[in-house]
């Protein structure tokens, strides 16, 4: 019986314990865990959060209720007529996270109005409750309330 050869070791050097195909995924991880938490950032503009302008603008305002705020589809919110129509800014906050459907058919806005309430709703105003931010609807209602 023929006694087997010896295995002979090869020292490589020190091993480090990671496979050579995980060194190039170690160095992307933290640029790409950067880019991913910067999905999540709020939407910013020169530094700062968006302005009531552009609220205003970019949520299609303007289409309904004139660029300036001057009336068209929906109704005048400019030289104080939102304030009277919802002297509660909150009442104005409801309604424009809820839209007018909860309301379709019905006056709103406040009763001792001059003029009375609004004329019933038509259910045309969309909900925007899903598409801006709490920090978005109160930016844009103070625009709208103060600046229009």
């Not at 058919?105 to 931010?133: E, H």
Request: glycine share 16%; hydrophobic share 35%.
């Amino acid at each position: 019986m023929t006694e087997p050869e010896p295995v002979v070791a090869v020292d490589t050097g020190p091993r480090s314990g990671i496979p050579a195909w995980m060194m190039p995924v170690l160095l992307i991880l933290p640029f790409w865990a950067m880019v991913y938490m910067g999905a999540f950032a709020e939407p910013t503009t020169e530094g700062g959060p968006r302005t009531g302008p552009q609220i205003y603008a970019s949520a299609g305002c303007g289409a309904c209720h004139g660029p300036t705020g001057g009336g068209g589809v929906g109704p005048r919110l400019a030289g104080q007529e939102s304030k009277l129509t919802f002297p509660n800014p909150e009442d104005m906050v409801k309604w424009i996270v809820e839209g007018s459907a909860p309301s379709r058919g019905k006056s709103y806005g406040d009763p001792a109005r001059p003029g009375g309430p609004r004329p019933p709703a038509s259910g045309g105003m969309p909900a925007f409750g899903t598409q801006l931010t709490p920090e978005e609807i109160t930016t844009v209602t103070e625009y709208v309330r103060e600046q229009l």
